[in-house]
């Protein structure tokens, strides 16, 4: 890959568009980004890092930082990158994400980061995404080897040199992605650590396990002797314990059967010998409560055969409640109709009321509606009038309108006569700064010739032909002065001239527009005057009398509409008086024939009253309310006694029949047979319950026993056969585990993926002394050191010098700052074509090496300096980026870059 052209704005520390032409350099050789430190020179390969892997080359500055932070909300932020690979032709434009201001409205919005990727055939590809995976592909590498391969800090690898192992081991898991073989041994370790505690643990919960096993005194000694022996000894002793235990277990459950059943017979015989006991007393209880209810029973009934004549009563006395009912229901009739005679004369005064009130209502409305079709038409010519005063209005208002048009052009006028007398001032000081710097550059211009003649008269001899006017004779030879300008001194003075100059003209063309622009003005307000027909002078009183004029008819104008609205309010008005008149007369006629329905019914209830009067025998309500209550009460008590007469009859003869029968069942439930001494039965039964107990007792301890143990065997067994395969995989692990980590005996040191970067390392090194050699004229080479200072430490990527001169092998750290320079570039330069080579065979046809020159005395450099060219010559171009003077006289090609006193940076001359 070549880079071709760069374009860069606002980032970074440059703040305006800079536009860097690599192809002009050519496709071979060096060049030279040039300034001093902070200038922004690596800013430069952070835009081709970013455009192309959307980071920086160190990575380390977020989206925001890439944007200059003086840049203008209206300025994008952006990278153009030109570049060709395997001769064919990219253009790559990346956007960061940053604030700018809104295209519409006030205040700010995010610009979103953005990338679009022209191809060699002129398609397009967008998307941050899919951009960045087709940049990976086409070029074969990532962010991190394209700056190991294309920017050489040297710096980082001077590091490098003196680093330790561990570190060396670090630097190549990035570069030669060996992470994987070092997560490949920290698995190792972890599953060797985790195989290491599970075995001390399973070996634990083995000594938990047996100490919980319960064996009987007789066969303990058997028990131990198998447990010193092994494992699988003590499991085949525990599995023929087991079968003695459930032998045991079996020949007491067997036992306890016997004796439950002989003690569950004594308890049935016990039971029925207490059931004949307690039937005997309950037979005896019950024929004793017999008596008692044969007595009450005779009683009952003798009531009973007695209760014809007070039911001969309830008849009579329910005829009497009738007729007296009657009676009741016939003052009710009387009084409900007194109450309906009361209400209509009551309704009908307040209808009868009511009526006077809609008719005084009738005749406000009436009177309202009068007034309302009067006003209607006193003002029915308001419409027309309101038209007459709005075109009156509308001509006022363009009169306004053209007066207040001419004073605006007016003040116009005097702002710009007082902007003109401001460009005449500075016009006129303008003039005589240029006359006075022309006067001082014309004094310096003539010192300096005069300086050159004297210079060049002081070589001229009597006799010698003059180079001006051909003379042999020289009587007035041009003198030497001793205050002489420097050619920079005039330079600068003629700059100031010509900045001056075009100041002047600048200012000098503002004036003369200022000019046109009052000359424009006022021909405007004259024309518009001549057409308004007023003058200059007399304008303000005339625009005040049409302002004042047009209030007033917008005041008529409003009043005419304020009336035109009360005639649309009067119109609505006289509709709703129109309409609540004519329901009025509605609801009078409705009431004066509801009045007449009311008299019809009054009439009708005072006759019918009269006729109930007639018909009743009882004068006195409460003297007939108080003969109903009496012959009801009488009534009441006389049902209760036939109740309670019937229900003591009921209860009586149930009672009498039940007790009957309980004696002929508990008689019939009597058996001799059971008529026994309970207390013999029970002293027998006691002792047979403890032999039981007993026996239960020993069965359970048996049998938790046996759980105990059958849990313990199976746990043992379990553990027996984990420790077996955790065992084989702790051999197999320990020599995988030593292998990785570098601890077999008798070997260096070398983890696994330190054995890994060996290989690369060594065709690092290879590489990087051919170079070595020869810009150290064959003194100095590197290699691998072999025999680590301590040996528990890690070895592999250590470093030695080897002094060809001297037959000496020395370490890294002995060398002086150019040679350590010279070592530190070779090892870059080595890696960048290993890391090529590994990725593919990539091709990167331009490099940039950054700083560390500065360091070198003039052979060294020259050294130094060719070999660079010597890699620049093989269709290379290699950019070094520094600050030396020295390197400004060797290198042709430059980039000179610099920061102003404003703090932005700019490319200020590119050198093809």
Do not use: W
């Not at 519409?104 to 995976?133: C, F, H, M, W």
């Not at 209030?551 to 005419?560: F, L, P, Y």
């Not at 609801?587 to 019914?601: F, Q």
């Amino acid at each position: 890959m070549r880079v071709t052209r760069l374009e860069l704005q606002a980032f970074g520390p440059f703040k305006n568009k800079e536009i860097i032409d690599f192809d002009k350099f050519g496709e071979e050789g060096l060049f030279l980004i040039s300034g001093q430190t902070g200038s922004g020179k690596t800013s430069i390969f952070d835009a081709i890092s970013y455009a192309l892997f959307d980071s920086s080359s160190t990575g380390d500055r977020n989206e925001a930082m890439l944007r200059y932070a003086g840049a203008d909300l209206d300025t994008d932020t952006y990278v153009k990158l030109s570049f060709v690979y395997r001769s064919k032709a990219y253009t790559i434009e990346r956007y960061p994400e940053y604030l700018r201001s809104k295209l519409r409205g006030q205040g700010t919005t995010l610009s979103k980061k953005s990338v679009e990727l022209k191809l060699p055939d002129g398609q397009y590809i967008n998307g941050v995404n899919e951009v960045n995976a087709y940049i990976k592909d086409l070029l074969g590498i990532n962010k991190d080897q394209f700056n190991q391969i294309m920017m050489l800090a040297q710096g980082k690898f001077m590091k490098f040199i003196k680093a330790s192992n561990d570190d060396k081991a670090k630097l190549f898991r990035e570069i030669f992605a060996t992470e994987k073989f070092n997560k490949l041994e920290n698995n190792i370790r972890e599953k060797y650590s985790k195989i290491n505690s599970d075995l001390s643990v399973l070996m634990t919960s083995k000594e938990n396990t047996i100490e919980n096993f319960i064996v009987a005194s007789e066969y303990y000694d058997d028990f131990i002797e198998a447990k010193l022996a092994s494992g699988q000894e003590l499991i085949d002793f525990m599995h023929k314990y087991r079968d003695t235990q459930e032998t045991e277990i079996l020949k007491l459950t067997e036992k306890i059967d016997v004796e439950s059943n002989i003690i569950s017979k004594d308890k049935a015989l016990l039971d029925k010998v207490y059931t004949y006991i307690e039937t005997k007393e309950k037979l005896a209880i019950a024929q004793n409560d017999l008596e008692q209810i044969k007595i009450d029973f005779e009683e009952a009934k003798k009531e009973y055969e007695g209760l014809g004549k007070n039911e001969k009563l309830v008849i009579d006395l329910n005829r009497t409640l009738d007729r007296l009912n009657d009676e009741k229901e016939k003052l009710k009739i009387i009084e409900d109709l007194k109450k309906n005679i009361s209400s209509l004369e009551d309704e009908i005064n307040s209808h009868e009321k009511n009526l006077l009130e809609i008719e005084t209502d009738i005749k406000d409305l009436t009177s309202q509606f009068d007034k309302i079709e009067e006003f209607i038409k006193e003002n029915s010519a308001k419409k027309e009038e309101k038209i007459v005063f709005e075109n009156k209005k509308d001509k006022l208002e363009e009169k306004v309108s053209n007066l207040k048009e001419i004073k605006n052009l007016i003040d116009d006028l005097e702002d710009v006569i007082k902007d003109h007398q401001v460009f005449e001032n500075t016009y006129r000081l303008k003039k005589e700064d240029l006359e006075k710097k022309q006067a001082e550059y014309k004094h310096l211009e003539d010192l300096y010739f005069e300086y050159q003649a004297g210079i060049l008269a002081s070589k001229i001899e009597e006799g010698q032909a003059c180079p001006v006017c051909g003379s042999t004779h020289h009587p007035n030879k041009a003198s030497l002065s001793d205050s002489v300008p420097e050619k920079e001194d005039l330079d600068q003075a003629k700059d100031q001239v010509n900045l001056l100059s075009q100041e002047y003209e600048e200012i000098k063309l503002a004036l003369i527009n200022k000019n046109n622009e009052k000359e424009n003005l006022e021909k405007q307000i004259e024309n518009k005057l001549n057409k308004e027909n007023i003058k200059r002078d007399d304008l303000d009183k005339a625009l005040e009398d049409k302002k004042a004029d047009f209030e007033q008819v917008k005041n008529q104008i409003s009043d005419t509409e304020n009336i035109l609205t009360d005639l649309e309010t009067k119109e609505e008005d006289k509709i709703g008086l129109k309409n609540k008149i004519s329901e009025k007369e509605k609801k009078l006629k409705s009431i004066n024939e509801h009045l007449i329905s009311l008299r019809e019914k009054l009439n009708s209830n005072k006759v019918r009253k009269e006729e109930e009067i007639k018909k009743i025998s009882y004068d006195n309500p409460i003297k007939l309310d108080e003969e109903l209550e009496n012959v009801s009460l009488q009534l009441e008590k006389l049902d209760q006694d036939i109740k309670n007469i019937k229900t003591n009859y009921q209860t009586a003869n149930n009672k009498y029949i039940s007790k009957c029968q309980e004696i002929d069942s508990l008689k019939d439930s009597l058996n001799e047979k059971y008529n026994l001494d309970p207390e013999n039965i029970e002293l027998s039964l006691k002792e047979k319950s403890e032999i039981l107990k007993d026996l239960r007792e020993d069965l359970t301890k048996f049998k938790a026993n046996l759980i105990t143990n059958n849990k313990n065997l199976e746990l043992l067994e379990k553990i027996e056969k984990d420790l077996g395969k955790k065992e084989k995989d702790y051999q197999n692990y320990t020599e995988i585990y030593k292998l990785l980590t570098g601890q077999v005996s008798g070997v260096g040191k070398v983890k696994f993926e330190t054995f890994i970067q060996l290989k690369y390392f060594d065709q690092v090194l290879q590489t990087a002394n051919k170079r070595l050699y020869e810009m150290t004229q064959g003194k100095f080479s590197l290699k691998r050191k072999v025999n680590p200072a301590n040996k528990n430490s890690q070895m592999g990527l250590d470093i030695e010098v080897i002094d060809h001169h001297n037959q000496t092998t020395r370490d890294v750290n002995t060398l002086s700052g150019g040679e350590a320079f010279q070592a530190s570039l070779s090892l870059a330069l080595g890696l960048s074509d290993i890391v090529q080579m590994n990725a593919g065979g990539i091709q990167l046809d331009s490099m940039f090496i950054d700083e560390g020159f500065g360091t070198l005395d003039t052979e060294t450099l020259a050294s130094v300096m060719k070999n660079l060219s010597k890699i620049s010559n093989s269709n290379k171009l290699v950019g070094i980026i520094s600050h030396v003077d020295i390197l400004k006289e060797q290198i042709d090609k430059q980039i000179l870059v610099e920061k102003n006193k404003s703090g932005y940076s700019r490319v200020v001359k590119q050198i093809y």
